[in-house]
């Protein structure tokens, strides 16, 4: 076979591979609509808005009125008179944040009644024991002063919007190679392929270059749509995002590509899919940081091909970093993609 024919034939291979994938409602649902639709749930569901204030149970007896005339001056305290044992249940139920035993008389200790794993119960405790303090006569010795910042970057959802691009990236390289792989041994299509004078190499870049094709379009979406419905800043440039979304759509289509090489069966790859999706949709760093895990497991978890991905994104998007800056979570995603390929390439059977 000519290198003009095997040309040729890549090319009609992508061309037919993109034809199923708009003749495929579900595909443009899940590539496009649930990521945008997802992004726009969690953009209101953690919006800008002003502290919530602290839910606080005040056991009532001795000194409860004068416990909630304290907090009648602290704005960010919400007290509530109950009895020691529906206090208890609703701190349990975590219904409050604190439950506060007044003192009987002045001479006797207040008591905090919470749960320290919670961070909403530290934050209570330290209202309330402020809103107490002050009305007990403590004076502050120290002059202060609060400046609010804003800048966009440093919010939430503009940490999730790239996040959320690298986890579609790993969604659709995956199923979008994996899926249609299995899909396509199952109706014996990848049989009648095999009578075709086509190599496996030429067949499956085929399946992996139509899978980046469309991930440009799915970036340019995603991060458009963050960026002009959610303020998301994007600082860094065009080439440099899709460099880094490209690499990270081969890298994955690769596993996918590995996943899929022998499953026969839809249950079967769905499970395998899960087994490695799973972790990463985890611990990758997708919607909180990395930093937040143990630093024991902290570099195994860096090592994962999502956590490169996501970490590539959000500096060369938010903080305007260069290509050359991003080179070892580069090279990482490279070095994943290659060896999937490899090793997907060498187990890959037609039938």
Wanted: hydrophobic letters at 50%; aromatic letters at 8%.
């Amino acid at each position: 076979m000519s290198d003009r024919s095997r040309v040729r034939a890549f090319v009609a291979l992508c061309t037919s591979r993109l034809r199923e994938y708009y003749r495929e409602p579900e595909v443009l649902f899940w590539g496009f609509v649930f990521p945008l639709l997802l992004s726009a749930a969690l953009a209101v569901a953690f919006r800008e808005r002003p502290p919530e204030p602290s839910r606080v149970a005040v056991i009532t007896g001795p000194g409860a009125a004068s416990v909630m005339d304290a907090f009648e001056r602290a704005p960010l305290v919400e007290g509530a008179l109950s009895s020691a044992a529906a206090a208890g249940r609703d701190l349990r139920m975590a219904r409050v944040d604190l439950v506060v035993v007044p003192p009987p008389t002045a001479d006797d200790v207040v008591e905090y009644r919470h749960d320290p794993s919670r961070p909403e119960a530290g934050i209570a405790r330290s209202r309330v024991d402020d809103a107490l303090q002050r009305a007990a006569g403590r004076q502050d010795v120290l002059a202060a002063r609060d400046v609010q910042t804003g800048d966009p970057g440093g919010r939430y959802v503009d940490f999730l919007v790239p996040g959320l691009v690298g986890l579609n990236l790993m969604s659709a390289g995956m199923w979008g190679v994996g899926f249609v792989l299995v899909d396509m041994r199952i109706k014996k299509l990848l049989r009648r392929l095999l009578a075709t004078p086509m190599r496996a190499s030429d067949f499956l870049a085929a399946q992996m270059a139509t899978r980046v094709a469309f991930t440009i379009f799915e970036v340019v979406v995603l991060l458009g749509f963050g960026h002009l419905a959610l303020g998301v800043p994007v600082r860094g440039g065009v080439l440099a995002i899709l460099v880094v979304s490209v690499l990270g759509g081969l890298t994955f289509a690769g596993l996918g590509l590995l996943v899929a090489s022998r499953a026969r069966r839809i249950e079967t790859v769905t499970g395998l899919m899960n087994v490695v999706m799973l972790p990463m949709f985890i611990a990758s760093g997708v919607f909180f940081s990395v930093d937040r895990f143990p630093a024991a497991v902290q570099p195994l978890l860096r090592a994962l091909p999502l956590t490169a991905l996501n970490e590539a994104l959000r500096a060369v998007t938010l903080e305007g970093a260069s290509l050359w800056s991003q080179g070892p979570h580069l090279l990482l995603l490279a070095a994943w993609g290659i060896v999937c390929f490899g090793v997907g390439l060498r187990l890959f059977r037609w039938s």
